[in-house]
C-alpha cells in the first residue's frame, strides 16, 4: 500500500533552480532512509541525496552545495531542492525509501545502503536543463 508520487521537474536553463516533490503515502516511519536517485537516457540509475530517520543528510559529490533533501513526516512529503542547475543534471529523478522497521544506523549514510534495500519507488519526474 506505500505509494510514492514524485512532481515538481521541468524545462529550465542552466543556473536555474527547481524544487521536486516526493508525496509518501501508507508508510510506516520509524527507522528509515529515504533518497533521491536520477537516472540519465542510456545510464544507471544513481544515488544523488539521502536523509535518514535520525536527520543525517548526504549528497553525491556531484551535487554538493546545489542540493538539499528535506522532510516533512507529519505532512508526508520529501522535497529535493535544486539550484544551479548544470546540463549534467537533465535525468529523470525519482524518490525512494527503505522497508519500514530496519535499522539503519550502522550505514555512514544512506548512499550506502545497498540499492535493493530501497523497497519503494516513485514513477519518476523529468528534469531537462538546457545549455
Known amino acids: 500500500q506505500v505509494q510514492l508520487v514524485e512532481s515538481g521537474g521541468g524545462s529550465e536553463q542552466s543556473g536555474g533552480s527547481l524544487r521536486l516533490s516526493c508525496a509518501i503515502n501508507g508508510y510506516k516511519y520509524g527507522s528509515y532512509c529515504m533518497a533521491w536517485f536520477r537516472q540519465a537516457p542510456g545510464k544507471e540509475r544513481r544515488w544523488v541525496a539521502g536523509?535518514?530517520?535520525?536527520?543525517?543528510?548526504n549528497y553525491a559529490d556531484s551535487v554538493k552545495g546545489r542540493f538539499t533533501i528535506s522532510q516533512d513526516n507529519a505532512k508526508n512529503m520529501m522535497w529535493l531542492q535544486i539550484n544551479s542547475l548544470k546540463p549534467e543534471d537533465t535525468a529523470t529523478y525519482y524518490c525512494a525509501a527503505t522497508l519500514e522497521g530496519k535499522s539503519y544506523g550502522g550505514f555512514a549514510h544512506c548512499g550506502a545502503v545497498p540499492l535493493a534495500d530501497y523497497s519503494y519507488w516513485g514513477q519518476g519526474t523529468q528534469v531537462t536543463v538546457s545549455s
Open positions: 536523509i535518514r530517520s535520525d536527520g543525517n543528510t
